[in-house]
């Protein structure tokens, strides 16, 4: 009985586990895609690790309900550029406030990753597909 009890609360703990993983993960999320500094005199250190970081580099920030309070700190994304079909990975290091004036459904991101998916940053904002990578 005791065994019984072990093995069905083992199978609960893994069922939970895939549950909140997967509740996590986003695949293909549709968003818009805007330019933002990530260096000294652009703004504030990045929310995730308090540090300003090089535009060279590729960046985004999510708005908040994306952020998730900075569950994807660090954490890489995809984003397709859904105009060309270019896609690039970019590192999460900040977040696009939702509650003071971001939109929800923002990608932010910095002037490589514009490059990379073959960009005018003049545009100013773009339709992307966002995922967890």
């Known amino acids: 009985m005791a065994h019984a009890k072990l093995t069905a609360l083992g199978v609960l703990v ?3 586990l895939h549950v909140s993983t997967r509740a996590m993960a986003i695949e ?3 968003a ?3 330019l933002n500094g990530f260096g000294p005199g ?4 990045a929310e995730c690790d308090g540090k300003f970081h090089n535009n060279k580099e590729m960046l985004a ?6 952020y998730e309070g900075g569950i994807r700190c660090q954490r890489m994304i995809s984003i397709r550029n859904d105009q060309n079909g270019r896609t690039v990975r970019a590192r999460v290091v900040d977040e696009c ?8 459904n923002i990608v932010d991101t910095s002037v ?8 005018d940053t003049n545009i100013g904002e773009v339709p992307v597909t966002w995922s967890d990578s």
Do not use: F, Y
Request: charged share 15%; aromatic share 6%; with cysteine.
């Open 14 to 16: 893994v069922i939970l």
């Open 28 to 30: 293909q999320m549709p």
């Open 32 to 34: 818009t895609m805007t």
């Open 42 to 45: 652009e703004g504030e250190p």
């Open 61 to 66: 920030a999510l708005s908040t309900v994306w």
């Open 97 to 104: 406030d939702s509650r003071h004036g971001c939109k929800d």
């Open 112 to 119: 490589a990753v514009w490059n990379a998916l073959g960009l």
